[in-house]
């Protein structure tokens, strides 16, 4: 009779073979980190690593993948190295590891829908999954046919191959020995630096190539508010603020409409300046508040949420606060137009802007009767969008057009041009700086910095790693000005 069961020794090679394709992957991809990045400047070679190591998780997860996303999880992934090909930079990066978590967690954890959970995902892949590299390298080792006792020695043997090469980079003797062991070529270009270089890259690396997730049951819902809470927020307490808060935002808002928009003369001790300087900030601290106001006093479900007098004030209210933003932009503008802009200038632009988005979303949830969940996905979509356009943005160009062109030597008003201000932003402000009367001049001293950013721009892109589309149009920008110079 013929026996159905198979050996043991032929079911073993397809049971090791997903283990060793994973190291041997990981271990791929930690070199070519090392190859990228490592001395290196960074630019395009983030985009490269990244596809490389998408590709890599798609092959080493096939099995689990969900296949109906793929394409969906691509163009996500796509869009979000497009900020990178244009420029590297903090935000530019920070798109490149959302995005790769997220088409991680959608592809291969079908389970987590919520918002809730896919942020637990992210959580889990960046903070927690790293550590998980030695447990999972005692884990593979743990084969049939192999003994368990081996996995005890992983963790020695690797530490002990770690204080070896540390031995070797301090120790000539050990060095030396290693060389007559045919080993010191490797030992070399080996340091306690790239050590940790390559631990780091390794662990970075290997939850991508083995996906696993922790899937939690969602805690009992709390509720929301206490006895307390409930009594200092009831109808009478919110129908009574809301009166009081609209009389004083009342107020605020005529103000505004006779010294802001009606241009009426403030009063001879204040300028325009000091009234948009020290009034926007304030102001927006006030409509984050009254925002937080709203979002607890009218919770969904709530009886203030169902009365018909405290809805118009409510409507009422955010219209005032929302024109505080507005106001609070004119503040920020009218101050720029004398004392030009900066990075922190334009952050509070974009700032003041998304807080008048979420008042707007504020009223749209009450209107609706959606849940604060929705409102709060709402908002994140707008602050994921937002951050994405700042990604593709120039800022440290627009910045530095926008001073050049309204400074006293150019328009003939507001304030001189702060020359070191634009030079601490970087080479993207030299066409900037090339129309500025004080290079046309020319000022020796500008003219060496000038210079001098020029040669930190050209060694910086040196190596194709470092390639970017801004750093591109700025090089062709620079070669025009080298030709037209040498004709």
Not at 169 to 194: D, F, G, M, V
Not at 354 to 361: D, F, R, S, W
Request: glycine letters at 6%.
């Amino acid at each position: 009779m013929t026996n159905l069961a198979q050996p043991e020794s032929a079911i073993a090679p397809a049971r090791i073979t997903i283990p060793v394709i994973r190291i041997a992957v990981a271990i791929g991809l930690t070199a070519l980190a090392d190859w990228l990045f490592y001395n290196e400047q960074a630019g395009i070679s983030i985009v490269v690593f990244a596809i490389v190591l998408a590709g890599g998780s798609f092959v080493t997860n096939y099995a689990t993948l969900d296949r109906r996303r793929l394409l969906v999880g691509g163009l996500i992934l796509i869009a979000g190295l497009v900020p990178a090909v244009e420029d590297l930079n903090a935000l530019s990066l920070g798109f490149v590891l959302l995005v790769l978590g997220v088409a991680a967690a959608m592809l291969s954890n079908a389970g987590f829908d919520s918002l809730a959970d896919r942020a637990r995902a992210l959580r889990e892949l960046y903070l927690f999954a790293p550590f998980r590299l030695i447990r999972d390298a005692i884990t593979a080792l743990d084969l049939p046919g192999i003994s368990s006792g081996i996995a005890v020695w992983v963790v020695p043997v690797l530490m002990s191959c770690v204080f070896l090469l540390l031995f070797a980079s301090a120790n000539p003797l050990i060095e030396k020995w290693l060389s007559a062991a045919n080993l010191a070529k490797l030992t070399s270009n080996l340091s306690l630096p790239r050590i940790l270089f390559w631990l780091l890259a390794l662990s970075l690396v290997w939850p991508f190539v083995h996906l696993r997730w922790h899937r939690t049951r969602a805690s009992a819902a709390k509720p929301a508010l206490t006895v307390g809470a409930t009594q200092l927020l009831s109808t009478e307490t919110v129908l009574r603020s809301l009166i009081l808060f609209d009389l004083l935002f009342a107020v605020q808002t005529g103000l505004d409409v006779v010294y802001l928009w009606g241009n009426v003369a403030l009063p001879a001790d204040i300028t325009y300046a000091s009234y948009a300087h020290r009034g926007a900030y304030p102001l927006i601290v006030t409509a984050l508040l009254a925002a937080g106001f709203v979002l607890v006093a009218m919770r969904p479900g709530g009886p203030a949420e169902q009365s018909n007098v405290i809805r118009p004030l409510v409507y009422l209210w955010v219209a005032q606060n929302v024109m505080l933003v507005i106001s609070s932009i004119l503040r920020l503008d009218l101050y720029v137009q004398t004392y030009l802009l900066t990075t922190w200038r334009i952050a509070a632009f974009i700032w003041m802007l998304l807080v008048a988005t979420g008042l707007v979303l504020i009223v749209a949830r009450i209107a609706l009767q959606r849940s604060n969940g929705w409102l709060i996905r709402l908002n994140l979509i707008a602050v994921m969008l937002t951050l994405y356009a700042c990604s593709l943005t120039n800022f440290a160009a627009i910045i530095a057009d926008y001073n050049v062109s309204h400074s006293s030597e150019v328009s003939g008003k507001g304030v001189q041009l702060d020359m070191n201000y634009l030079f601490g932003l970087g080479p993207q402000v030299l066409p900037a700086i090339d129309r500025s009367p004080s290079i046309r001049a020319p000022e020796p001293t500008l003219v060496c910095r000038r210079n001098s950013l020029v040669d930190r721009f050209q060694l910086e892109t040196t190596s194709w790693r470092a390639w970017g589309l801004r750093n591109w149009r700025l090089k062709r920008y620079l070669d025009g000005q080298e030709k037209r110079a040498a004709g």
